[in-house]
């Protein structure tokens, strides 16, 4: 929106930048404060996004998105909100650009797919404009109808970086009773203040209503307009299109439509209209009359114009222009921009800024700072063509930024300078080229006139001498070295110039700490322009490191010498026939060494192995191969046993003399590598035949090897896949603790999974055990043992039990109800009988032992009832399950905890076997509510899905932590109910917040 940047002045740039000022000046005030709600928005990510798309060969982009509805709600989320105008924040009744932008998607997402889906699906065909008539959610859960239009900038349209988007609110006027609202009043406002034109038109075409905007937009009057009809404004080049859209409409193909249209002013020239229409229907469904709203694009149509001009003017400078957003990422690029760093059209498009710079440039550390406190940066840096080519440039760099001073990116212009710079540079090297090799060589260089006077003397050799170079002009070698050394130094510098001879040749001179140093000398003639000889031109080169350096390498071949003599291992010298040259001590045996020596080692190999080693010695001396062999047999000692021989080429100045030969003593080792192979063949016969599955793991996590199948997978298919592919998801995070585990302390793990087949589920009970290698677990070995037959008794044996359970409650309950109960209520009958007959007899007897008898006996017939209800309450047989979960909840709640039942749309009778299992899971889990949640509520809801009944059971108690809690038998027996039933179970719980029981049953 407000653009904010510092141009180079000067320049066809600078002069476009200017007018976007002045443009973004003028039309700022009508931007925020406008009536319409405007957005300005980045689709930079978004194209980015479809690139990568089309660079998998993914060509019909809108048609990925619709057929992955989920790729489309996430590259929705790649559309960034660059600014908001203050109309939009108050209509989505919001206070600031953050909040409105956390909101964004909820607002628009009232319809499937959303505007904002509908809005990338335009995109991504590739159109520049996008309108659609929409809901909106906003505080308090209100919907609002809007027209939403989305825009892409001049200047964007092939980058797709920047775009905007208006919502204008058109609720009220979607109704005939729009203005008897009571917002009525704010109603009229907006519509005759909006900042567009709205039209209400007749199915004959006549304009029923129209607002002031509408009449500026085309110059009539509302009473004028009121006689047309809307055919009579259009512009006859539009007008074959406009009747067709109309005719869409009224033959009820279509329920809107929008486009461009041309309209002629009441004055006789020519508006440019970005026209939406909607039909609204009447209560019964039929079509009553059309809303169009109108937007006035002709100042839009002239700045794209102008803006068009500018684009061509930046396209065609001379100078490389780019634009990057705020993360670095290019924009824009020029023409010239691509042909100085030779990319193709549009492949800088989406690349970082960074793609140019050459790695290590100095300026960039400069660059962020400058921008920073001034806005700009102006200087020179190296830059990298396409082909790698680094060039230099002259680049100054401006800030973008909008209104609110928020950084929107970087504007760079960039000159070659390489040629200019290199032809500076050129200049300077060679004006100093001389000097640089006079003062950068380490030797001694100097000039001497023919009588022995020193001219000059660089800097390396003055230091030698302990004096300036100014100093040493004029001095001889009289004032440098003792005399019999100088004399000796003058007798060679007149042979010079005598014979006209370069000569070279060593001498010792010793510095000021009385060390020695040692300097080879090279001196020659130079002339004058008539030729003869003016002086001589002298190099000394200090050499008392590489004196060191022989006598070190004297000493080193002395110190090789030894070690070879006193190796464990045979060493021998050959050249290209096999001759020996050398041998250390080892390989003589009972032979002398000077016997060995001079003969041929072939001599020492057996004849049908001769011609093998004869020809990997001639792979050595021919391609400078080293050859690693391994021999059984006797070695020149004469000893037998196995032997690792290694042949390598020995060079002298590049080229291969001789060869070393190593012989290495192997036998032990082949011999426990044998015993390890032996060992390894029996355990592999044990892991090959194996009755359980055995599968090692490494440190990476993989499956390293597998002697059986898995489930349906073959050992094959689990070699090299994550071990945790194989559990299933519920156990994952499980079974990777407890394998990390095992890698860290060494100690097994134990756990029992299940796998599910085509058919049938498959039980494993798993020991994960260490492979240790010294001290460290380098792999784990998981022995899998097949339990499902173990596991389907089990079932069995349950099923049975809790069906004999069930079966026994009822039994005891009609025992007690029947027997027990009845033979009370006889004793009862029998005991008020006897009061009745003392009471006739006027016996005295203490009224205080009849009532105690009758309160005894009328508690244990009560007591009775209860075991008897809670065995198998009546309710539950003769009236469901509704009835007996709300008589549970209702006698469960007490002083301490209220239970309250909630059934929905539990209409009819489940079967038998679903109503007692939900009915004893649900006094299972109100039993540990009331013993060990400390819960003050229980909430039990009980839900009838048509093809399924789900029960939740929720307290507000204090949880437990699954992980931490081993399974009690309430738990269990909960299970084996849920599985019995064909059920899933799912427990959310957490210490301190209550705990949520979920069962779900299909009926």
């Not at 921009?337 to 549009?346: A, F, Q, R, S």
């Not at 690349?351 to 700009?376: F, M, V, Y």
């Not at 020809?615 to 062999?629: A, D, H, P």
Request: aromatic share 8%.
């Amino acid at each position: 929106m407000d653009i904010k940047h510092n141009p180079k002045p000067n320049t066809e740039l600078g002069a476009f930048l200017t007018a976007a000022i002045a443009n973004d000046q003028q039309y700022k005030p009508l931007v925020y404060g406008s009536p319409i709600g405007i957005i300005e928005v980045d689709f930079s990510e978004v194209k980015n996004y479809f690139q990568s798309l089309r660079a998998k060969g993914i060509a019909e982009i809108k048609k990925y998105l619709i057929e992955n509805i989920d790729e489309l709600d996430a590259a929705v989320d790649l559309a960034r909100v660059v600014d908001v105008n203050h109309t939009a924040l108050s209509f989505l009744g919001v206070s600031s650009k953050p909040e409105f932008i956390a909101q964004r998607k909820s607002v628009f997402s009232t319809e499937y797919p959303s505007a904002l889906g509908r809005e990338l699906l335009s995109l991504a065909n590739n159109q520049t404009s996008f309108r659609t008539l929409t809901n909106v959610k906003i505080k308090g859960k209100r919907q609002k109808k809007i027209l939403y239009q989305t825009s892409i900038l001049p200047g964007y349209e092939d980058s797709l970086a920047r775009a905007v988007v208006t919502i204008t609110d058109i609720s009220f006027m979607m109704s005939e009773d729009a203005f008897a609202s009571e917002n009525e009043e704010i109603h009229k406002l907006i519509y005759h203040q909006a900042y567009i034109g709205i039209a209400r038109i007749s199915r004959t075409g006549r304009f029923m209503m129209v607002n002031k905007r509408f009449c500026d937009i085309i110059g009539y009057t509302a009473s004028e307009l009121k006689s047309k009809v809307f055919f009579q404004l259009t512009h006859p080049d539009c007008e074959e299109d406009s009747i067709r859209n109309w005719d869409l409409l009224l033959s009820g193909e279509r329920d809107n439509f929008s486009t461009e249209e041309i309209y002629v002013h009441k004055k006789g020239y020519q508006v440019n209209v970005n026209i939406s229409v909607t039909l609204i229907r009447d209560k019964k469904g039929k079509p009553d009359s059309y809303l169009a709203v109108y937007e006035d694009i002709t100042d839009k149509k002239r700045d794209e114009a102008e803006l068009r001009q500018f684009s061509h003017a930046v396209n065609h400078s001379i100078d490389g222009i780019a634009v990057t957003d705020n993360k670095g990422f290019i924009t824009f690029a020029n023409k010239a921009t691509y042909d100085l760093y030779e990319y193709g059209e549009n492949e800088l498009i989406g690349q970082h800024i960074d793609l140019l710079n050459t790695p290590g440039n100095n300026g960039q550390n400069k660059i962020a700072p400058s921008l920073k406190e001034k806005g700009s940066w102006h200087g020179e840096m190296w830059q990298t063509k396409k082909d790698g080519t680094q060039f230099l440039i002259e680049l100054s760099t401006s800030v973008i930024q909008n209104s609110i001073g928020e950084t929107l990116g970087l504007i760079c212009i960039a000159r070659d300078i390489t040629e200019k710079k290199l032809a500076e540079e050129a200049f300077e090297r060679n004006h100093n080229l001389l000097k640089a090799v006079f003062e950068s060589t380490p030797d001694a260089i100097f000039v001497k006139d023919t009588d022995g006077k020193y001219l000059m003397m660089n800097s390396y050799g003055a230091k030698v001498f302990n004096i300036t170079e100014e100093e040493i002009k004029g001095k001889d070698d009289y004032d440098l070295f003792p005399e019999k050394q100088a004399l000796k130094i003058r007798e060679i510098d007149k042979h010079i110039v005598k014979t006209q001879e370069s000569i070279s040749y060593e001498a010792y001179q010793k510095n000021e700490e009385g060390l020695e140093r040692a300097f080879s000398t090279t001196k020659s003639p130079f002339y004058g322009h008539n030729g003869k000889v003016i002086g001589i031109i002298g190099i000394a080169r200090d050499i008392s490191e590489k004196k060191k350096a022989q006598e070190q390498l004297a000493t080193s071949e002395e110190l090789f010498r030894s070690i070879t003599e006193n190796a464990p291992i045979f060493i021998v010298k050959l050249n290209k026939e096999g001759k020996i040259l050398y041998i250390n001590h080892l390989v003589s045996g009972e032979r002398t060494k000077e016997e060995i020596i001079g003969s041929n080692a072939f001599d020492f190999v057996e004849k049908k192995n001769r011609r093998h080693y004869q020809n990997k010695l001639s792979e050595v001396f021919e391609k400078g191969s080293v050859q690693l062999l391994e021999v059984k047999g006797p070695s020149i000692s004469g000893v037998d046993g196995y032997y690792q021989v290694k042949i390598a080429p020995i060079k002298n100045r590049k080229k291969i003399d001789s060869a070393i030969v190593l012989i290495e003593d192997i036998t032990e080792q082949k011999l426990a590598e044998e015993q390890l192979n032996e060992s390894e063949s029996r355990w592999r016969s044990i892991f090959e035949h194996a009755e359980d599955i055995i599968i090692t793991i490494n440190k990476e996590n993989k499956v390293v090897a597998a002697n059986r199948a898995l489930g349906e997978l073959s050992p094959k298919e689990i070699i090299g896949t994550p071990y945790i592919n194989l559990i299933p998801k519920n156990q994952k995070e499980e079974v990777s603790n407890g394998i990390t585990s095992v890698f860290e302390t060494g100690r097994p793990f134990h756990f029992e999974s299940s796998i599910h087949l085509k058919e049938t589920e498959a039980f494993y009970s798993v020991m994960v055990a260490p492979v240790v290698t010294g001290t460290e677990v380098e792999m784990v070995n998981a022995i899998v043992r097949d339990i499902t037959e173990l596991k389907q008794s089990e079932e069995a044996i349950m099923s049975a039990m809790i069906e004999g359970q069930d079966n026994e409650r009822k039994r005891i309950a009609r025992e007690l109800h029947d027997g027990l109960g009845q033979n009370l209520s006889a004793v009862k009958m029998s005991l008020a009988s006897l009061e009745a007959q003392i009471k006739r007899s006027n016996v005295e007897l203490k009224n205080d032992i009849l009532i105690r008898m009758k309160d005894v006996i009328n508690g244990a017939i009560q007591e009775v009832r209860n075991i008897s209800h809670d065995l198998m309450p009546d309710l539950l047989e003769q009236f469901g399950i509704v009835s007996a979960m709300d008589e549970l909840s209702e006698k469960s709640s007490g002083e301490n905890i209220k239970i309250t039942f909630e059934p929905i749309d539990m209409r009819g009778r489940l079967n038998s076997r679903a109503e007692t299992g939900l009915y004893r899971i649900t006094q299972e889990l109100i039993s540990n509510a009331v013993r060990h949640s400390m819960a003050q509520n229980v909430h039990i809801q009980l839900i009838n899905h048509g093809d399924s009944v789900v029960l939740s059971v929720e307290d507000d108690g204090i949880g437990f932590d699954l992980k931490l809690r081993s399974k009690g038998i309430g738990l269990k027996n909960i299970e084996s109910r849920v599985k019995l039933m064909n059920g899933e179970l799912d427990i959310e719980t957490t210490p301190g917040r209550g705990t949520l029981v979920t069962v779900e049953v299909p009926i």
